[in-house]
């Protein structure tokens, strides 16, 4: 036990996976972590071994794909873990941001965590399509192709910056080389973020379902969450083999198996499931330039949500109306992949639309908005306590009063300037009483966290020294 809290590299690994305090209250939803990184191993381990037979040329791409399912001792097991996995990985980090953005685990202090998930996110992206085009099938052949093209679109060296990608004037072999080095390499700066990403994670730990501090109830990562994570993990397992041995080809496209032709277009060109909602944005805008923005726009807005965010509340929990606007916007994600798997015909383009156009107002002005208006309403109850006065006439007629007032667009307004810009100062009394608060959370320790003094509002620069001479070492961790 010594040796794991003094040596240096086991210190680390005793501080993230041993005696790692997690909040208590966590739930499952808090599993997906561990399932996306067991996911990165996996197609770290099964793609090197896919490499060591797969042949990265035009002619012989499609045919060493069928050697390794047909020859390879086990190949078959190892390739279609390694297709498979591709999307379990897209469904746990799907659900992983969903639980983020329910929970506002984006809010500040997490918002660096959050953005370098955006980045994997879009990372995982490229690494998948890349992926794809590597058994060199007729979507492998015409995916490139549409989705390559799509750089056409940029103003004055769009063109050139398409051949350039292709080595060529078209999806050729050089294309395939490169695709397949880059197929290889990328995964592995994925990890470095996933690092960043955890080490991200260290500094403020998780976050919780009730959205306030979980300092004063937090429980060591081993043996509990080792223990917890484990069981999705094995559930996983059991899925996964469900799905390799029983129906390896559900999740792909059956126009995969033909052998990419030049010479030929196939009736449909459609991305892999976990693509189709970006795809629908894509081709929701007539305008192709616009559709490309749209599109990587459509994963960058992630960023904003820790700046549209305004309630006072961290998370849904407590917040039924914006529930039900998470909800929708969930359905909505749905609809825009449905839509993506159609053709581009009426109505499914007037449905991609109106859901390409609800998907960016939720981050831009639901968001905002419903935070405001439930600001607003929380203000107007406490307020209204002293107004309604056992719910007399008059008082019901002022309470309603204040409450037109407040929540015209007016009023929102003055609401969010005030909440921005208001700086507030607490009595002596008040003062007194949450370093009261503060000390019994401390108990005997006399070491204090920056982190706690923020969040009881004491991180001022009087409370430090206050601190410092009794005695209390604040220390930034
Ligand atoms: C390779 C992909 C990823 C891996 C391996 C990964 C891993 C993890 C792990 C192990 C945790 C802690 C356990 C948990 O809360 O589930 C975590 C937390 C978190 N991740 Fe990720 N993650 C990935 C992608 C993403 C993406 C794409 C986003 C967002 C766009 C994201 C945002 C977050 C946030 C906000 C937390 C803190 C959650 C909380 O404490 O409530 N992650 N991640």
Not at 10 to 23: K, Q, T, V
Not at 246 to 271: C, E, F, K, R, W
Not at 297 to 312: C, N
Request: proline fraction near 5%; aromatic fraction near 14%; charged fraction near 10%.
């Amino acid at each position: 036990m010594r040796l794991l809290k003094s040596q240096v590299l086991l210190r680390l690994f005793n501080s993230y996976l041993i005696d790692s305090p997690e909040p208590a209250n966590i739930s499952y939803l808090w599993n997906f972590g561990s399932l996306l990184g067991t996911c990165l191993i996996i197609q770290i381990l099964t793609g090197s071994f896919l490499a060591m037979h797969y042949q990265p040329h035009v002619d012989f791409a499609f045919s060493s794909v069928e050697h390794i399912m047909r020859d390879v001792n086990a190949g078959y097991i190892i390739r279609y873990c390694h297709a498979n996995v591709a999307s379990f990985f897209f469904i746990f980090v799907y659900a992983h941001i969903g639980r983020g953005i329910y929970y506002g685990s984006y809010r500040s202090p997490r918002v660096l965590l959050w953005s370098i998930g955006v980045i994997i996110l879009i990372l995982m992206m490229a690494i998948a399509f890349l992926g794809y085009v590597l058994p060199y099938g007729q979507m492998s052949l015409w995916g490139a192709t549409v989705i390559t093209n799509l750089l056409s679109a940029i103003p004055v060296f769009g063109p050139d910056l398409v051949e350039l990608i292709w080595g060529g004037f078209s999806v050729s072999n050089a294309t395939l080389n490169r695709f397949f080095s880059l197929h290889f390499l990328l995964p592995f700066l994925l990890a470095a973020l996933t690092i960043a990403h955890l080490i991200a994670l260290h500094i403020h730990g998780s976050n919780n379902p009730n959205g306030v501090t979980s300092n004063t109830d937090r429980i060591a990562f081993h043996p509990y969450f080792m223990f917890k994570d484990l069981v999705t993990i094995f559930l996983f397992f059991l899925v996964l083999s469900i799905l390799v041995f029983y129906y390896p080809n559900l999740l792909g496209h059956s126009d995969n198996y033909i052998p990419a032709n030049p010479m030929q277009t196939p009736p449909s060109i459609v991305p892999e499931w976990y693509l189709l909602p970006y795809y629908a944005i894509l081709r929701s805008i007539p305008n192709k330039l616009l559709g490309v923005l749209a599109m990587f726009g459509s994963l960058l807005i992630l960023l904003i949500l820790p700046l549209t965010d305004v309630s006072r509340i961290r998370g849904l929990t407590f917040r039924p109306a914006m529930k039900l606007f998470f909800w929708a916007f969930v359905v909505n994600f749905f609809i825009l992949m449905w839509i993506g798997s159609q053709h581009p015909n009426t109505p499914y383009v007037e449905i991609g639309q109106i859901a390409t156009a609800f998907y960016f107002a939720w981050f831009i002005i639901i968001v905002p908005v419903v935070g405001l208006i439930e600001n607003t309403l929380m203000d107007i109850a406490t307020e209204s306590k002293e107004l309604s006065q056992g719910y007399t006439f008059v008082g019901l007629f002022n309470n309603f009063k204040l409450a037109a007032v407040r929540l015209s667009f007016v009023g929102l307004m003055l609401n969010l300037v005030n909440s921005a810009t208001t700086v507030v100062h607490l009595s002596d009394a008040d003062l007194n009483q949450l370093l009261e608060c503060l000390f019994n959370q401390l108990g005997s320790s006399r070491i204090i966290t920056e982190t706690m003094l923020k969040q009881f509002g004491l991180y001022t620069p009087s409370v430090i020294e206050y601190l410092m001479k009794l005695g209390y070492q604040i220390i930034n961790m």
